[in-house]
């Protein structure tokens, strides 16, 4: 968590409510940011050797709980949909082939509306999105633009398109054409690379090879050289022996 000592209060209009806001040493404003003040958030957050908490919410509650854990540590936080989650949101009994992508705008809408109280920056980001999972993601991106339209920023700061199960060249190609489409309205992409071991929402890698569990360089440098022309608004989810789960030390 970041030291309560460097945030400096001060009081702002925030229709159509009246709120205490909280700034970071960089600039970076309280409640949801997108574009530019995300990179700067990653980036002070690398400078000065602390970690974001990520956290898969799944209801308002799990929400607001999240939010008042970083008011009282004073941290940046990073709120994530998922696409099991978001079915949790908006009911499983609900059946509709968009449901997914509804629950996760809905969540979005209800962090919108609640994190400018708490005073910390928040990340609104969606987690893994698997090939197969891609038109949830289509869902959202399509939310972000109707809301970019009207408020000149994504409902959503990033998303992850996880096709670190596919041919690294579709990999890579797939992510050009949605980083395109997210660098128009200032929304980061978050890309994957590697397999990560152990077992999460029904993908098992428990007994894949050792070495498999670390991203060669030169494909991180492959991906780099690839999307950077498009936009500088990725980042590279990098497999570093990394897993999944729950072990006991040295498993």
């Known amino acids: ?115 400018p109280l708490y005073g910390v920056p928040v990340i609104l980001h969606s987690d893994h999105c698997a090939k197969k999972l891609l038109p949830w993601v289509d869902g959202l991106l399509a939310a972000s633009e109707r809301y970019h339209a009207k408020h000149g920023e994504p409902l959503f700061s990033s998303h992850m398109i996880d096709l670190s199960e596919e041919p690294i060249e579709e990999n890579i190609e797939i992510c050009k054409d949605y980083l395109a489409r997210f660098a128009k309205i200032g929304m980061l992409l978050e890309m994957e690379l590697g397999i990560t071991g152990g077992e999460e929402d029904g993908v098992n890698n428990e007994d894949v090879a050792l070495e498999d569990l670390y991203s060669k360089p030169e494909e991180i440098f492959q991906v780099y050289d690839e999307l950077t022309p498009i936009s500088n608004m990725f980042t590279i989810a990098a497999a570093f022996g990394n897993v999944h789960g729950v072990y006991s030390p040295g498993n």
Request: charge should be positive.
């Open 1 to 115: 968590p970041l030291d309560p000592q460097i945030f400096t209060n001060y009081s702002l209009l925030y229709s159509p409510l009246h709120i205490i806001k909280m700034v970071t040493p960089c600039d970076v404003p309280v409640g949801v940011i997108t574009g530019d003040n995300v990179v700067k958030l990653l980036q002070h957050a690398k400078d000065n050797g602390y970690a974001i908490p990520a956290f898969n919410c799944t209801s308002s509650s799990t929400c607001n709980a999240v939010l008042e854990a970083a008011a009282k540590h004073n941290s940046p936080v990073i709120i994530q949909a998922s696409n099991g989650g978001a079915q949790f949101q908006i009911g499983k009994s609900i059946k509709d082939k968009n449901a997914c992508a509804i629950g996760s705008v809905a969540m979005a809408m209800h962090v919108r509306t609640v994190a």
